[in-house]
Nanobody
Framework: QLQLVESGGGLVQPGKSLRLSCSASGFTLDYYGIGWFRQAPGKEREGVST????????DCVDSVKGRFTISGDYAENTVYLQMDSLKPEDTAVYFCAADTSGWGTCAVHEYDFWGQGTQVTVSS
C-alpha cells in the first residue's frame, strides 16, 4: 500500500522554526517528485516547495523564499521541509504529495498520492 505520512506540525510563536517530515511506505521516494503544499481556512491549496526526482528544488511562493528549505534523506525515504522565521500567515494544514512523473511541479493536480496533512499554527 502506497502511503505518505506527515509529521512535525504544531503551535509555534512567530519567528520560530519547525521541521516537517514526509515519510513514505510502499514506494521509494527518490523516483518521484515530492511537493509540500498548504491550505489555510477558506483558501485554496497552494504549492510551497517541491523537489524533483533528480534533486532540483523549487519554491512555489515568493513568501517562503529564504525561509523554507526542502530536502530529501532517501536512505530514510523521507523528505523534510525546514521552516524558519515563521509568520502568522504561514498558518495552514501542510500536506506532502508524490508526483509519479518525477518533475515535482508546483501544480496541485500533477500529484498522485497525498498524505493526511499536519497542522502548523504560528501565533503568539
Amino acid at each position: 500500500q502506497l502511503q505518505l505520512v506527515e509529521s512535525g506540525g504544531g503551535l509555534v510563536q512567530p519567528g520560530k522554526s519547525l521541521r516537517l517530515s514526509c515519510s513514505a511506505s510502499g514506494f521509494t521516494l527518490d523516483y518521484y517528485g515530492i511537493g509540500w503544499f498548504r491550505q489555510a481556512p477558506g483558501k485554496e491549496r497552494e504549492g510551497v516547495s517541491t523537489i524533483a526526482s533528480g534533486g532540483g528544488s523549487t519554491d512555489c511562493v515568493d513568501s517562503v523564499k529564504g525561509r523554507f528549505t526542502i530536502s530529501g534523506d532517501y536512505a530514510e525515504n523521507t523528505v523534510y521541509l525546514q521552516m524558519d522565521s515563521l509568520k502568522p500567515e504561514d498558518t495552514a494544514v501542510y500536506f506532502c504529495a508524490a508526483d509519479t512523473s518525477g518533475w515535482g511541479t508546483c501544480a496541485v493536480h500533477e500529484y498522485d498520492f497525498w498524505g493526511q496533512g499536519t497542522q502548523v499554527t504560528v501565533s503568539s
